[in-house]
């Protein structure tokens, strides 16, 4: 029989299959191949194939958008959202409506077009996120913002359409829906109990140990006991920060080592899948919860969802995070 | 510049490309193949490849799992919950947690392994959707169960393992979490104004005329001024019934046409594309509410969702509704 779990922050169900488990053998997944680096706009030489650059790392004595960087951020050629405007918000009849603010930046992780993060030194790593804390920053300043998006997709059919690693960041007028739930939920229980429930779920897992991948002075990796996908993975600080720019220098280092890591064991256990991972951070200019706790979610893209996902808001994941963590574990680093 | 919707029943926002609508041809759409039939468990002449049939409309003098039927209901060979056992829920410390009990059935629509509900004869359709109001009404007599979701899969990367056409029901023992959120916000809106949301959304549509696919004397189909997917289409009886049990014979051969015609738009305008429909409609069992407007909601699945739909809830449409219904309008029927 299979098992139904509730996540205790935003009241999402999952069906587990507890009884016949998916190994990484039986999914089907396509190997990941770089395209041609020759017209790739995110390659040394053809910084000008990108709109002129925001921020940069780069080695002594380059230039602004030419190649010698280490990190190197872009605005997004084909944008969702448009930062020149005022914000423009009015109701249609019982709909609301907003003109397209936001910002939509690219963060070009490496100069390398078939390195992605797990292939990086340690110190490369921390740069990429050292730079996802600075645009963070940066943009906060501009009030018309209450949320900033740091997220990745790799390989297309976790929604890459250029191959070369990078992460994406948008900045939106809104606090999104996933976000308020997030934030809604966790506050409740900080009402309550005035205890954060991250913190409380750190407290579980490591109680528990069965879920838990990697653990180091500063962060706790694990497979949540509430996965909505199969292998997927959390990394949370062990410190109760509400946003992700709160990251001090130590923590850098520390999550880039475990992100390293966790990355790596994915890529080895499923054999390179698609993935996103995603920041999730607190709103900005005011609209913070001292309930929040920052934290990173990477999920493979491993199954589809279809109407069943789509009615209910359930999630049918088809290797529990306790099997998973097994082959995630016995990959040798 | 893009503009963003917003859902006034969940909170919902979407970021609609409205500068540079994507036309029919810019998906790339897989046509669709159905596999080869000898095998297939919902043919005629292979009822023995299916659990035993649970419920028919036959053609006289038929027997029980053998050929003869129309429409056809078996239990799901693998099941994602099981009918059998008592509900046992219970804490994991802050999680909860319950064995998988529930209903998973499957309605097989017709005996012909290459016809969709659009090929169909309208009194063919009818008895398809008399089914599932059969169906629902005699799990609605399982005190364990809260909610019946009856939803169809179209197309692999709609999430069809099996071509031949079918829907899927599933009943739950809780309401799942995208059902309570439209339950709560229909309510909230209900208590407010006394008036029923969904109603005053098929008034403003048909006030507005821009976004009406098709009329009949009991039902509108449209494309939501807040789409989540490009050429979604939303089915909605004009009567203010909470739960699709209500349906009518009228209302029953009305929606029969209606589907069949909205449909075959769909699959002319878009060269066959994967889909998924559900059924949106109230709990059971004590937990419906008078806010509450029973709907269909059918998604052509043209785009893929990544970190960014992950992050935030927010979807990327890239065909406004008011330009799909263009294209689905000027399909011959």
């Known amino acids: 029989m299979s098992e139904l779990r509730r996540d205790p922050i935003v009241g999402r169900w999952v069906i587990v299959n507890v009884e016949d488990p998916k190994a990484p053998k039986d999914f089907h997944i396509e190997p990941h191949h770089y395209d041609d680096a020759t017209n790739c706009p995110f390659c040394y030489g053809n910084e000008h194939m990108t709109p002129p650059e925001i921020q940069a790392f780069r080695h002594e004595k380059t230039h ?16 969702a959202l448009q930062i020149e405007g005022e914000l423009d918000r009015h109701g249609l009849g019982i709909f609301d409506m907003s003109n397209g603010i936001g910002a939509h930046e690219v963060i070009i992780e490496t100069p390398y077009h078939t390195k992605d993060i797990s292939d990086l030194e340690q110190n490369e790593i921390e740069k990429i996120l050292e730079m996802y804390s600075l645009r963070s920053k940066d943009l906060e300043k501009d009030k018309r913002f209450k949320y900033i998006l740091l997220f990745k997709n790799f390989g297309s059919s976790a929604g890459a359409t250029i191959d070369h690693n990078h992460t994406q960041l948008i900045a939106l007028p809104m606090i999104p829906k996933n976000v308020l739930e997030e934030l809604n939920g966790s ?12 913190c409380d ?8 140990k069965e ?7 500063n962060f706790i990796a694990f497979c949540p006991y509430v996965s909505r996908s199969p ?12 946003s992700y720019c709160d990251i001090s220098k130590e923590e850098l280092s520390d999550l880039a080592k475990m992100l390293k890591d966790v990355l790596r064991r994915m890529k080895t256990a499923l054999n390179d899948p698609p993935y996103n991972f995603i920041i999730h951070t607190s709103p900005i200019n005011g609209e913070d919860r001292p309930g929040y706790h920052w934290h990173i979610e990477i999920m493979p893209r491993l199954s589809r969802l279809a109407g069943f996902e789509w009615g209910t808001g359930f999630y049918v994941v088809s290797t529990p995070p306790e099997v998973a963590i097994k082959y995630l574990k016995e990959i040798k680093l």
């Open 211 to 217: 879920r838990v991948l990697e653990q180091s002075k």
């Open 64 to 79: 602004v958008n030419k190649q010698g960087w280490q990190v190197r951020v872009v605005p997004n050629k084909f944008p």
């Open 201 to 208: 779920i750190i407290h579980q897992e490591l109680e528990e």
């Open 187 to 198: 506050n409740e229980y900080f009402e309550y109990r005035d205890r954060c429930i991250f």
């Open 231 to 242: 292998f997927e993975i959390w990394i949370m600080p062990r410190a109760h920060k509400l």
